[in-house]
């Protein structure tokens, strides 16, 4: 599973990328995670299975919807709540639903 993050700058989504990688290795999948800035996610996004945008990039969500549509990959935005709590567990969960 190849997960990509956005956010403004790629690093407050890092943080969120460690605590993913962690759910993802107590459930045993293997995961790709990273994170990447809002000006950078075009460059990433080909070699995404599902892209997440962080609360403060939200209103990029239906440019890169239309490229994620051209491209077969789910893009939705990561709750407010778990992105601030850092909830890797729930945005992992998240990821995987929407890859279904």
Known sequence: MKILLCCNAGMSTSLLVQKMEQAAEEKGITAKIWAVSADEVKNHIDQAEVLLLGPQVR??????????????IPVDVISTIDYGTLNGKNVLEFALRLKK
């Open 59 to 72: 209103y990029k969500l239906p440019g890169l919807k239309k490229e994620g549509e051209a491209r077969g």
